[in-house]
């Protein structure tokens, strides 16, 4: 019987194991979170991947192009039913002479068993507040901590210490009306991206909860408060019509965000930079603006504008760090 467990309609679901981790322990099962801590020679994986493992069997995450999950999982369960973390290397120099990488690496894993409820619920805290931080482990004496990141730092191993950086997840804030918004949507919630929508069209509010959607209704401009969107956030702003288009705009380049994209031709554009002008906002922060938006060319449907746009969006996350 596999131990896979049932997958979430995301493609990001097993990027992310802290949730599926917390929940685990919320409900009180036993649990081991296995971090990628080096590697030796080349790996499809990022160092700092991780899985969680129920004592069940059960496990989120991926170290491999599936290859050794199962391995690794069924070492967690062990780990669990003895109480004792454990460093474990898989390929290149690992005892397990009958599981040999294809790329011909070394990985090692440590799989810890030994995290108390009160600091996972730390790390849920801070995950619930979109604060960065730091998980450090003592590979030697297993002690952990979760600490908030202020400035920079990477993932990385320092001796016996491994220092592994979580982000918040990617954000998208779709705000707009017509047609290709539900359409943009959809491919969003698919990829596993956290989506806020929110809308002044009647019909693309009532297609979106129709769909599952969460949408949030737009009356006036201070819906949208550049307050509530940090540097972990894309926004997408998607009007059919153009007359919300400044006023949200120049909200919008007041936060953080690390992308800024609008829908339009390009002689929408000008148009547009030429009211954000009269508006008062800046050349510098006009240069955000991203339009017009998507990977795929004079797109002509809502299918392949809303997959260059979402293409544009995960790649413009990569680059800021926030996907590997």
Sequence with gaps: MSLLLPKRRS???????????????????RTALISLVAI????PRPLGAQMAVAVSGAFTGYMSGGCIEQSIAQDAVQAIAEGRNRLV??????????LRLPCGSGLDFYIDQSLPPALVARAAGLRNARQPFVQTTNLTSGATTFETLDGEAATALHGDVFCKVHLPLPRVVLIGGGPALVAIAHLFAAAGLDLEIVSPDETACAEAAAAGL??????????????????????VVAFHEHDWEAPVLSEVLRSPAFYIGVMGSRKAHQNRVQRLTDMGVSPTQMARLRSP????????????LAAGI?????????????LA
């Excluded at 949408?215 to 509530?228: E, W, Y």
């Design 11 to 29: 493609l990001l679901a097993d990027d992310d194991v802290m949730g599926d981790f917390i929940l685990w322990q919320a409900a009180g099962q």
């Design 310 to 322: 979402l293409a544009e969006v995960m790649s413009e996350a990569k680059s800021a760090g926030l």
């Design 89 to 98: 290397r898989y390929g290149k120099g690992s005892a397990y002479f009958d």
């Design 40 to 43: 030796d020679g080349t790996t």
């Design 293 to 304: 938006i998507g990977l795929v060319p004079g797109a002509k449907s809502r299918a392949t």
């Design 214 to 235: 969460s949408v949030r209704n737009l009356i006036q401009t201070q819906d949208i408060a550049a307050s509530q969107i940090d540097r972990y956030t894309a926004t």
